[in-house]
């Protein structure tokens, strides 16, 4: 597994890796991941296809989805200790 790619933002870090005919993506935020596996014959222009799937609205919903992660580990991290 390598990475080809890391793509800035402000709130996430953003890694793009390939290993077997599939494109990686590692979204991190703090101690949190999120990961999306993408077939490489699924994607017409390469990277760069891999590129245009993470538009804004996906980042948005993936922000949203860490801050669920979030909740659901503070839930249960407050039943395991209290």
């Known amino acids: 597994m390598r990475i080809i790619a890391e793509l ?39 990277v760069n296809s891999v590129f245009e799937l993470l538009d804004e609205e996906f980042l948005k919903a993936v922000g949203a989805r860490f801050a669920e992660m979030r909740k659901d580990y503070k839930d249960t991290y407050y ?3 209290y």
């Open 79 to 81: 039943r395991y200790n």
């Open 8 to 46: 800035p933002h402000p709130d996430f870090k953003i890694s793009i890796l390939f290993m077997n005919q599939k494109y990686i993506v590692k979204i991190e935020q703090g101690t949190l991941e999120q990961t999306y596996k993408i077939s490489e014959m699924d994607l017409t222009d390469g």
